[in-house]
Each structure stands twice: as C-alpha cells, then as structure tokens.
C-alpha cells in the first residue's frame, strides 16, 4: 500500500509499505522498523508563474537497493496519500516505458 511518511528530519516520503516477514531474503523487524519500496522525497517547488508543484527524488539515490528500512522512531507519521500524489508516484515507479514515436516510411 503506498504511504505518506512525516520524518523527524521534517521530510515527506511516499512510497510503498511493506508487511511482509521478508524483504531481499532477510527477516524483517517490523516493531522497530518501517520498510519501504522505492521511497521518494517530496520537494515542494514554485513554476516561474508562481503556480505551486510537488518534485519527486530519490529517497537515497545513490543506492541499489530499493527497500529502504527506516527506523520508527524516526517517523512522525504515517498517512495516505490524496489520488494526484499516489497517481504521480506510480507514474514516477513505473517499469512500463513507452515507444519513442518514429518515423513511418
């Protein structure tokens, strides 16, 4: 289920919950930790017409791994996200890639 997260460090993540007893093979501790598919921080930006939007980056971006494990004591919160967000997210996660449009001769 796709998640809101609050961090102590005042960033908002949204990415993927995960419940499972194992992540990658290796047994989770869920009382101590959060486990989260494909985090992403989100960045509040201003368009040069002053209009207010949402960036998306990568969690930790320099990382293979896409479970990221944060501890609980670390997190504020833990919401749902409103249906533009979650919809921005997928697109953001989404392993489908479309055709490049070519020429038909």
């Known amino acids: ?38 985090p992403f921080v989100l960045i509040p930006m201003r ?21 990221i494990k944060i501890k609980q004591a670390n997190i504020i919160t833990i919401t749902n996200p409103d249906d533009k967000i979650k919809e921005a997210y997928e697109q953001n996660t989404s392993t489908i890639k479309s055709a490049k449009p070519k020429l038909i001769v």
């Not at 961090?7 to 919950?17: A, C, H, M, P, S």
């Not at 419940?19 to 598919?37: L, R």
């Open 47 to 67: 368009q040069g017409t002053g209009q207010a939007t949402i960036g998306f980056h990568p969690y930790i971006p320099y990382t293979e791994d896409k479970v």
């Open 1 to 38: 289920m796709i998640k809101l997260y609050r961090l102590t460090t005042g960033e908002d993540l949204i990415g993927k919950q995960l419940t499972d007893a194992n992540v990658d093979g290796e047994e989770t501790n869920h009382i101590d930790y959060q486990y989260i598919d494909r």
